[in-house]
């Protein structure tokens, strides 16, 4: 076991050092590393399924307390109408739309049905909020909605874990399987409860005084298996009992100690069940049902794309609709984990588990090269919207301008210099809530993608004085200087990094571009001096 482990650690930093260098995420290298170490351990026989099972079971219990962990009843309440109100009709309408699909066009039977509903219903949590932290998207309209959607799915793996307890059971009444399923559930929350307010306390009050990291970490793990090993004991999942380990640590003082002792491994632990996901992909099955599986995922992201883009439609810009939808359209890695227990107790046709999925990891694959390009597929359905009713160049003369392209926080910021100044200025961006409150707030910005050249030249940029790129999205900002490159031939350019590694590359990329760093301090001071030595008042 030990030379497996090396050899996929030694597959995984190859693989993850080659498609960093093409921009492909992490999350592919994973998968990919999966896939590469299965084939080698196939032949050479040197594992079982058993041991597969194994390590998938490992990988999938530290997805689950990574999520507890970061489970948060104050944002939960915060966002109580997206996680209850769009969350619920979400997985309901799924549920609904895929049992019937299920039962009838494929007749399978109640069990599979609802199982494979179910499993349809939930979205990819850990890749979807994995990008949408590292783009700084998280706090857009669309990353709001996002997020509450798949809080509201996060909390239905509980019931749907119990639902497969129940289903499984054929020896018992189902009236009897419920009450029992009941007391042993709430038995392990009283467990689990009762340990968390008042023995973790002083356990870990103990540890901390030890001073000792190693000894801290090792707790930490001693209360996540602990609590999975006792679900197990229950008759319940080892995930279910991670979940739960997660949302007790999550509700101590020592949650931070935790999170930041544990940031350095989460997207390793992560990996390992990414990892996993690979290791189930079976190509023989791809090979003898390939026309269904395309079939069935281009079938399954049309109905999820509907369904939620209709339910955010009604409360929200139809950008914002589509933006969410597709982030959220594909299926997640708990259908994975609904599936493996689905099968273990023998409640679905394995043919049909393993088309499904595949069906699942391929959509988990397409999922981070469709949320770096949201902003650009969103503009693609939607280009005859590019610019709003509400929301047109009004000045069309403009000379010696400044072209603001982003409107977040340093945007406002250099609105109101310009203005307290007298400068001509306009500013695009294509959050239109952002841009709705700035011209209630009489700023002259625009709705618009920054990096449409048509946009860009109606913004008369040719004639511009100085262009300031404030953009938060990394991926978005060498698109669009790429743009600038070949059309602000006059204006000096001032682009807004995050790091000085994008510092670096822009720098190298873009030799006669002034790239600033965005601590506040310096942005603004180096902005201002740009402004107030170089523009024509």
Same mark, same amino acid.
């Given at each position: 076991?030990?030379?497996?482990?090396?050899?996929?650690?030694?597959?995984?930093t190859?693989?993850?050092?080659?498609?960093?260098? $093409?921009?492909?995420?992490?999350?592919?290298?994973?998968i990919?590393?999966?896939?590469?170490?299965?084939?080698?351990?196939?032949?050479?026989?040197s594992?079982?399924?058993?041991?597969l099972?194994?390590?998938?079971?490992f990988?999938?219990?530290?997805?689950?307390?990574?999520?507890?962990?970061?489970?948060s009843?104050?944002?939960?309440?915060k966002?109580?109408?997206?996680?209850f109100?769009?969350?619920? $009709?979400?997985?309901?309408?799924?549920m609904?739309?895929?049992?019937?699909?299920?039962?009838?066009?494929?007749?399978?039977?109640?069990?599979?049905?609802i199982?494979?509903?179910?499993?349809?219903?939930?979205?990819?949590?850990?890749?979807?909020?994995?990008?949408?932290?590292?783009n700084?998207?998280?706090s857009?309209?669309?990353?709001?909605?996002?997020?509450?959607?798949?809080?509201?799915?996060?909390?239905?793996?509980?019931?749907?874990?119990?639902?497969i307890?129940?289903l499984?059971?054929?020896?018992?009444?189902?009236?009897g399987?419920?009450?029992?399923?009941?007391?042993?559930?709430?038995?392990l929350?009283?467990?689990?409860?009762?340990?968390g307010?008042?023995?973790?306390?002083p356990?870990?009050?103990?540890?901390?005084k030890?001073?000792?990291?190693?000894i801290?970490?090792g707790?930490?793990?001693f209360?996540?298996?602990?609590?999975?090993?006792?679900?197990?004991?229950?008759?319940?999942?080892?995930?279910?009992?991670?979940?739960?380990?997660?949302?007790?640590?999550?509700?101590?003082?020592?949650?931070?100690?935790?999170?930041?002792?544990l940031i350095p491994?989460?997207?390793?632990?992560l990996g390992?069940?990414?990892?996993?996901?690979g290791?189930?992909?079976d190509?023989?099955?791809? !090979?003898?049902?390939?026309?269904?599986?395309?079939?069935?995922?281009? $079938?399954?992201?049309?109905?999820k794309i509907?369904?939620?883009?209709?339910?955010?439609?009604?409360?929200?810009?139809?950008?914002?609709?589509?933006k969410?939808? $597709?982030?959220?359209?594909?299926l997640?890695?708990?259908?994975?984990v609904?599936?493996?227990?689905?099968?273990?107790?023998?409640?679905?046709?394995?043919t049909?588990?393993?088309v499904?999925?595949?069906?699942?990891?391929?959509?988990?694959?397409?999922?981070?090269?469709?949320?770096?390009?949201?902003?650009?597929?969103?503009?693609?359905?939607?280009?005859d919207?590019?610019?709003?009713?509400?929301?047109?160049?009004?000045?069309?003369?403009?000379?010696?301008?400044?072209?603001?392209? !982003?409107?977040?926080?340093?945007?406002?910021?250099v609105?109101?210099?310009?203005?307290?100044?007298?400068?001509?200025?306009?500013?695009?961006?294509?959050?239109?809530?952002?841009?709705?409150?700035?011209?209630?707030?009489a700023?002259?910005?625009?709705?618009?993608?920054?990096?449409?050249?048509?946009?860009?030249?109606?913004l008369?940029?040719?004639?511009?004085?100085?262009v300031i790129?404030?953009?938060?999205?990394?991926?978005?900002?060498?698109?669009?200087?790429?743009?600038?490159?070949?059309?602000?031939?006059?204006?000096?350019?001032?682009?807004?990094?995050?790091r000085?590694?994008?510092?670096?590359?822009?720098?190298?990329?873009?030799?006669?571009?002034?790239?600033?760093?965005?601590t506040?301090?310096?942005?603004?001071?180096?902005?201002?001096?740009?402004?107030?030595?170089?523009?024509?008042q």
């Amino acid at each position: 076991m030990l030379e497996i482990i090396v050899l996929t650690i030694f597959i995984a930093t190859i693989t993850n050092l080659i498609l960093i260098r $093409l921009h492909i995420p992490t999350i592919i290298g994973y998968i990919t590393t999966g896939i590469i170490i299965t084939y080698i351990l196939q032949l050479s026989h040197s594992i079982n399924s058993e041991e597969l099972h194994i390590i998938a079971e490992f990988g999938i219990v530290f997805l689950m307390f990574t999520i507890g962990l970061e489970f948060s009843i104050h944002h939960m309440v915060k966002m109580r109408k997206e996680v209850f109100l769009f969350g619920s $009709l979400q997985v309901g309408l799924s549920m609904l739309v895929f049992y019937l699909l299920a039962h009838y066009a494929f007749e399978q039977n109640f069990q599979s049905s609802i199982i494979i509903s179910a499993a349809l219903a939930l979205s990819s949590t850990a890749i979807v909020l994995k990008i949408l932290n590292s783009n700084r998207e998280i706090s857009k309209e669309y990353g709001k909605r996002s997020l509450g959607i798949l809080i509201f799915q996060d909390i239905m793996v509980v019931p749907i874990l119990l639902m497969i307890t129940i289903l499984s059971s054929e020896s018992v009444s189902m009236q009897g399987l419920l009450i029992q399923t009941a007391l042993d559930a709430t038995l392990l929350f009283v467990v689990l409860w009762a340990f968390g307010k008042f023995i973790l306390d002083p356990f870990f009050k103990e540890v901390v005084k030890s001073d000792s990291n190693e000894i801290f970490i090792g707790s930490v793990l001693f209360v996540v298996i602990g609590a999975s090993t006792l679900a197990h004991f229950f008759g319940f999942s080892y995930s279910l009992g991670a979940l739960i380990a997660g949302m007790i640590l999550a509700e101590t003082r020592y949650k931070y100690q935790v999170e930041a002792d544990l940031i350095p491994f989460r997207d390793l632990l992560l990996g390992i069940f990414f990892i996993t996901v690979g290791m189930q992909i079976d190509f023989s099955v791809i !090979g003898s049902y390939y026309l269904i599986i395309i079939g069935l995922l281009l $079938l399954f992201t049309i109905i999820k794309i509907t369904i939620i883009f209709l339910l955010v439609f009604l409360s929200a810009q139809k950008r914002v609709a589509l933006k969410t939808a $597709l982030a959220l359209f594909q299926l997640g890695e708990f259908g994975l984990v609904i599936f493996e227990l689905a099968s273990t107790k023998n409640l679905i046709d394995p043919t049909v588990s393993q088309v499904l999925v595949v069906i699942i990891s391929i959509s988990m694959i397409l999922t981070p090269f469709v949320l770096r390009n949201i902003s650009s597929i969103a503009n693609f359905i939607l280009q005859d919207e590019g610019l709003s009713d509400t929301c047109r160049i009004e000045n069309t003369t403009l000379q010696d301008h400044v072209i603001i392209l !982003g409107f977040g926080r340093l945007g406002r910021e250099v609105c109101q210099t310009l203005e307290s100044c007298n400068i001509k200025y306009i500013a695009v961006d294509n959050n239109i809530h952002n841009v709705q409150e700035a011209q209630k707030s009489a700023h002259n910005v625009i709705f618009g993608n920054a990096g449409n050249k048509t946009i860009l030249e109606a913004l008369n940029i040719k004639e511009a004085a100085v262009v300031i790129v404030a953009l938060d999205n990394a991926e978005k900002l060498h698109l669009v200087c790429d743009v600038l490159r070949n059309i602000a031939v006059r204006a000096k350019v001032v682009v807004k990094v995050d790091r000085f590694v994008e510092k670096d590359a822009l720098k190298e990329e873009f030799p006669n571009y002034n790239v600033l760093v965005a601590t506040e301090q310096m942005a603004k001071g180096m902005v201002d001096s740009v402004l107030t030595c170089e523009l024509p008042q």
